[in-house]
């Protein structure tokens, strides 16, 4: 058994050098003291009163989350929030507004953690700032570091019965339109208290890197990207139909075969979209070239525009019906053009938010 002089030297790593001092507990024996605990001192029991309380260690009355340092200091949680602000609003202004924090105490925060690192993570502009190399290597470990955090505190509330919490999910445009808006009618319904935020990054592979990253903790992206590094659960398939201006000359019917499609002038999103891919595979197997009007990234411009005659193009079931219920005709291609998204995941333990949406994806629909 460690006496408390042995405790005081191995054990413990002492902050500061006064009263308020905080202590940090980096390793304990036989199971004694919580690893990685702190205790913040009351006013007038400084160091010196160390020793005789050491033994006697209870919660903090100011809880904080430390992290391992590297130069000997922990660093805290709320550093790493307060860098990731600045990295995401562009600047301390915007970071400690959007935080709600005084400027000079978010100011001070990233100080600290530079002279932890021992070196600037950011360069100072006139007009905000800029990651320097060392803060470039820090964004995403630090973001892995908050995302498991959340991830941990979640459990907790769910072992405590607590509801709530916050799912982010990143999915290209299309998909977000259709399977997921559904699918998140249904998640709501089951979990109202939990808020959502869906991340729109177009690519899939973008997808599929955000999730590996920590920014996201789901991902949804056309089963056609590699995601090895990921697990993950396959949709349904689902069609995709071709929208045709009200007045286009293409025969009477509900459908339409692939060379006549290729034929169409064609309103397109960029290439390594969704519906651009699909629409290039049939264009390929056929030795054609498609004959594209106008390409746009807005999706939101693609059924005003095929409605004002400039074209047609090709969109999922909703989107499809959507403009067909705006004037559109809507055909479905012969062979039929299938799709299926990928609801993808890192390896490891999940939130509860994000357990219970993957668990809802793998049960049919019984709306």
């Known amino acids: 058994m460690h006496d408390e002089a042995t405790v005081l030297e191995d054990v413990v790593a002492v902050r500061g050098a006064g009263a308020g001092a905080v202590v940090s507990v980096v390793d304990v024996p036989h199971g004694a003291l919580p690893v990685g605990s702190t205790r913040q001192f009351p006013t007038g029991r400084g160091p010196a009163a160390l020793r005789s309380r ?90 892995q570091v908050l995302r498991d955090l959340s991830t941990a ?59 590996a990253a920590g920014q996201c903790e789901l991902g949804l992206v056309d089963a056609s990207v590699a995601t090895t590094d990921l697990r993950g659960l396959d949709l349904p ?46 264009c390929t197997a056929l030795g054609v070239t498609p004959r594209i009007v106008v390409e746009t990234a807005h999706r939101a411009m693609i059924v005003p525009l095929v409605l004002s005659g400039v074209g047609a193009s090709l969109l999922p079931t909703s989107m499809a019906k959507d403009a067909e219920l705006r004037g559109a005709r809507m055909l479905s291609n012969r062979p039929r053009l299938l799709r299926h998204g990928r609801l993808v995941w890192r390896s490891g333990p999940l939130s509860p938010a994000a357990q219970a949406f993957v668990d809802l994806a793998a049960s049919p629909d019984q709306e």
């Open 54 to 143: 050491i033994p006697r260690f209870r919660p903090t009355d100011r809880p904080t989350i430390v992290l391992p340092g590297i130069n000997g200091d922990p660093m805290e949680r709320r550093q790493l929030e307060y860098f990731i602000a600045v990295v995401e609003h562009g600047g301390f202004t915007a970071a400690a507004i959007a935080l709600h924090v005084a400027q000079p105490s978010l100011s001070h925060a990233i100080r600290s953690l530079e002279r932890e690192f021992g070196g600037s993570l950011f360069h100072r502009l006139p007009h905000g700032v800029a990651l320097t190399a060392a803060g470039e290597a820090l964004v995403q470990p630090a973001q």
């Open 237 to 282: 398939e689902q069609e995709m139909h071709v929208v045709l201006p009200p007045d286009h000359p293409h025969p009477g019917g509900s459908t339409i075969t692939s060379r006549e499609l290729a034929a169409l002038n064609l309103i397109v999103t960029p290439p390594g979209t969704e519906t651009r891919a699909a629409l290039d595979d049939v």
């Open 153 to 211: 505190s979640s459990l907790v509330r769910e072992v405590l019965g607590l509801s709530g919490g916050r799912l982010d999910i990143v999915a290209q445009t299309t998909l977000s339109v259709d399977p997921l808006a559904g699918m998140l009618g249904r998640f709501h319904r089951a979990y109202p208290k939990v808020s959502v935020r869906v991340v729109d990054p177009e690519r899939g592979p973008d997808v599929a890197l955000m999730v």
